[in-house]
């Protein structure tokens, strides 16, 4: 029993990420993480482009000249 509760302290984090990982894949709850994601990650883009407008349009125009 000494043994099994060292084995527990020692990789009890990888065990509950382990099980957690394979919930998540059970009941397709990846997709909704993906979906929340790249909501969030569209939302933080378009605050930086409306509050940089000036810089943004910038770099878009110099990235057009390099082509």
């Known amino acids: 029993m000494e043994g099994f509760k060292e084995f527990w302290n020692h990789y009890k984090g990888a065990i509950i ?3 957690i990982a394979i919930l998540v894949l059970a009941t397709r709850l990846y997709n ?3 979906a929340i994601f790249v909501l969030c990650l569209g939302a933080l883009i ?3 482009v409306q509050q940089n407008k ?3 349009k910038d770099r878009i125009k110099k990235f057009i000249d390099k082509m």
Do not use: M, R, S
Request: overall charge negative; cysteine-free; hydrophobic content about 50%.
């Open 17 to 19: 990420g382990v099980i």
């Open 32 to 34: 909704l993480i993906i």
């Open 46 to 48: 378009g605050n930086y």
């Open 54 to 56: 000036e810089e943004v």
